[in-house]
């Protein structure tokens, strides 16, 4: 089966970082672009960033530019968001999810291929 495992999230203060990892399996990780997407409390699913299947293309939002880095391990089946100079708004529930193409822009997990059940990034003091 299909799995996209997120984990890396928590508590952390304003000006701190965080790495996201999304392990994958039960498909070709390789053959997809992969995505990070956030959605805060009462607020609607937020595009962050895509890289390509190699790797060698990177797109973020300019809510996040940079601060944040996507990054793949196709050996390891893995995706990755480094997250730096992580302010209040950045606090949401972090997705990954995936595409055989690429799209600049979401509205919903459901126009992906596939998508995790997220982990939960809280930026406080």
């Known amino acids: 089966q299909v799995q996209l495992v997120e984990s890396g999230g928590g508590l952390v203060q304003p000006g701190g970082s965080l790495r996201l990892s999304c392990a994958a399996s039960?498909?070709?990780?390789?053959?997809?672009?992969m995505y990070w997407v956030r959605q805060a409390p009462g607020k609607g699913l937020e595009w962050v960033s895509a890289i390509n299947t190699g790797g060698s293309s990177t797109h973020v939002a300019d809510s996040v530019l940079g601060r944040f880095t996507i990054s793949r391990d196709n050996a390891k089946n893995t995706l990755y968001l480094q997250m730096n100079s992580l302010k209040s708004e950045d606090t949401a529930m972090y997705y990954c999810a995936s595409k055989m193409y690429f799209m600049s822009l979401a509205i919903s997990l459901f126009e992906f291929d596939y998508w995790g059940q997220g982990t939960q990034v809280t930026v406080s003091s």
């Open positions: 039960g498909f070709t990780f390789s053959s997809y672009w």
